[in-house]
């Protein structure tokens, strides 16, 4: 009895919804086909909305039985949605897969969870490699191309082990 009440009511809702819709949709058409010839909005609107009252006093019955048979079939058979009936859980034990309803799902009883250990598994880190350190401003010099191989043993940038640079010259003015 509850079921049918349900349907009852929400197939009287969607009997609204789609008669409003349908009446909707077709006057915008029959108001714009009848004021786009119109030569100003105000004299567009007039026809239109006589269009409109023309078109629905001789086929709105039409919409509205449509509608009323639509919802009627929708709600009676649970197409349409909210009148579909309530599908119940399983009784426990009628299919193997399926435990009690009462008992909770393991991720669901009281208690710590079990520990299998950090997840995800740590991978050992590994150090980032060694970064060289700049010896120039790429923004406001050029490098250098080196002048002469270094001799070997020499550390990067000694300057004891480089060759000498020629003198720059003083700015222009």
Not at 55 to 74: K, N, P, R, S, T
Not at 109 to 120: L, V, Y
């Given at each position: 009895?509850?079921?049918?009440?349900?349907?009852?009511?929400?197939?009287?809702?969607?009997?609204?919804?789609?008669?409003?819709?349908?009446?909707?949709?077709?006057?915008?058409?029959?108001?714009?086909q009848?004021?786009?010839?119109?030569?100003?909005?105000?004299e567009?609107?007039?026809r239109?909305?006589?269009?409109?009252?023309?078109?629905?006093?001789?086929?709105?019955?039409?919409?509205?039985?449509?509608?009323?048979?639509?919802?009627?079939?929708?709600?009676?058979?649970?197409?349409?949605?909210?009148?579909?009936?309530?599908?119940?859980?399983?009784?426990?034990?009628?299919?193997?897969?399926?435990?009690?309803?009462?008992?909770?799902p393991?991720?669901q009883?009281?208690?710590p969870?079990?520990s299998?250990?950090?997840?995800?598994?740590?991978?050992?880190?590994?150090?980032?490699?060694?970064?060289?350190?700049?010896?120039?401003?790429?923004?406001?010099?050029?490098?250098?191309?080196?002048?002469?191989?270094?001799?070997?043993?020499?550390?990067?940038?000694?300057?004891?082990?480089?060759?000498?640079?020629?003198?720059e010259?003083?700015?222009?003015?």
């Amino acid at each position: 009895m509850r079921r049918l009440g349900r349907a009852v009511l929400f197939g009287f809702v969607w009997f609204l919804i789609l008669w409003q819709g349908a009446c909707f949709v077709a006057g915008f058409i029959i108001g714009a086909q009848a004021g786009a010839e119109a030569g100003s909005a105000h004299e567009g609107a007039r026809r239109g909305r006589e269009a409109g009252q023309e078109f629905f006093g001789q086929y709105g019955v039409y919409f509205l039985l449509g509608a009323a048979a639509l919802a009627a079939i929708g709600a009676a058979t649970g197409i349409l949605p909210w009148t579909r009936p309530r599908t119940l859980p399983p009784a426990a034990g009628s299919f193997p897969h399926y435990p009690p309803f009462y008992q909770q799902p393991p991720y669901q009883q009281p208690g710590p969870p079990p520990s299998h250990g950090p997840w995800p598994p740590q991978q050992p880190q590994a150090s980032p490699p060694p970064v060289a350190p700049r010896t120039y401003n790429p923004i406001y010099r050029r490098p250098q191309p080196p002048s002469s191989p270094p001799e070997p043993g020499a550390a990067p940038g000694d300057p004891q082990h480089q060759a000498p640079r020629p003198p720059e010259s003083p700015p222009q003015l």
